[in-house]
């Protein structure tokens, strides 16, 4: 199939307020999964992991912990999008520096010198004074939200129907899917194809209202 037009996608995605539940055919599955892949994140850290749940068992527990909203049950595909704070310091960024390296994407010295970057804005050690000291649950939803949007864009693209969802209980998601305490829960994407009447377009606020030009609160 022909896909969507970026543009148009924008234009006219809904929230999908309820769906057909026919299994997505994996080479799609993976297509959708593979644009969260690429999506851009600071330092490259990719600090996101994201869990797949196809099965009709699996979605119908997650479906209790994500506020009992029908559409977890229905949807072809839930894809539950999560942080790893911590990530960087467990491996990924020694596995981020050397994919650059083996991509041929700078050179160890450049490579040296991002190794400190992270380490002083995250902080390596705790206490240790210097770095930005983000908050962490901040910085990885950031990230996360980019990956799953690449993800929820995608998928319309290809003709499915999605819906973003935060009506969830941490922990009881956490529960569910076998996620680590220091994991954190940050969305959960349902896809499939719209069963029934799509949502109506509710509108949103003017660009006179949410864009400033130079400073804030400045008209554009
Ligand atoms: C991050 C995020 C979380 C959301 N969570 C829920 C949810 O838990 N349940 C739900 O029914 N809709 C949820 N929505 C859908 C919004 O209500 C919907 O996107 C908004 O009203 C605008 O409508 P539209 O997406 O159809 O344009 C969520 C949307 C986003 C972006």
Request: glycine share 10%; with cysteine.
């Amino acid at each position: 199939v022909k896909e969507k037009l970026l543009s148009q996608i924008i234009k006219v995605r809904r929230a999908t307020p309820h769906f057909q539940g026919k299994p997505v055919p994996d080479k799609d599955l993976r297509k959708i999964v593979e644009a969260g892949r690429l999506a851009p994140s600071g330092y490259n850290l990719q600090p996101w992991r994201f869990i797949v749940v196809q099965e009709k068992e699996q979605k119908n527990k997650l479906q209790k912990a994500v506020m009992n909203q029908p559409k977890v049950g229905e949807a072809s595909v839930v894809i539950v999008a999560c942080g790893v704070p911590d990530a960087w310091k467990e491996g990924d960024l020694d596995e981020m520096l050397e994919l650059a390296r083996k991509n041929g994407y700078g050179d160890s010295k450049e490579h040296e010198i991002t190794r400190k970057k992270v380490e002083g804005s995250l902080g390596s050690k705790p206490g240790e004074a210097g770095g930005l000291k983000p908050d962490i649950g901040l910085w990885v939803n950031r990230h996360v939200m980019i990956a799953f949007t690449h993800m929820m864009l995608m998928a319309e693209a290809m003709g499915y129907d999605t819906a973003p969802m935060e009506g969830f209980y941490e922990d009881k998601v956490r529960d569910v899917l076998k996620i680590p305490e220091n994991v954190r829960v940050v969305a959960v994407l349902t896809i499939g194809k719209l069963k029934g009447k799509d949502k109506p377009y509710a509108g949103r606020f003017e660009l006179s209202k949410i864009i400033f030009s130079e400073s804030w609160g400045k008209g554009y």
